[in-house]
């Protein structure tokens, strides 16, 4: 039986793969993907990207569902 999820000593994940090339590997074969459900039609999904444990948002992207918007964020830090 071939394993479908492997968490590596070191602390990789790999999804679809034995040998996880980074923190977290996806690798679907042909046809899939990475999906995000919400709760309801008014929440939203929300992928934050962080230089840190997370305290600072980098940069963001969101789905609303309830107005069925995609927004790309990066907050403006000022300076040249």
């Given at each position: 039986?071939?394993?479908?999820?492997?968490?590596?000593y070191?602390?990789?994940?790999?999804?679809g793969?034995?040998?996880?090339?980074?923190?977290?590997?996806?690798?679907p074969?042909?046809?899939?993907?990475?999906?995000?459900?919400?709760?309801?039609?008014?929440?939203?999904?929300?992928?934050?990207?962080?230089?840190?444990?997370?305290?600072?948002?980098?940069?963001?992207?969101?789905?609303?569902?309830?107005?069925?918007?995609?927004?790309?964020?990066?907050?403006?830090r000022g300076g040249?």
């Amino acid at each position: 039986a071939t394993e479908r999820m492997v968490i590596e000593y070191g602390g990789n994940v790999g999804i679809g793969t034995a040998s996880p090339s980074d923190i977290l590997t996806l690798a679907p074969g042909d046809d899939g993907g990475l999906s995000f459900y919400a709760g309801a039609t008014t929440h939203k999904n929300v992928i934050n990207f962080s230089d840190d444990a997370g305290s600072t948002n980098d940069g963001q992207i969101s789905y609303d569902h309830n107005t069925q918007r995609l927004d790309f964020d990066v907050p403006h830090r000022g300076g040249g």
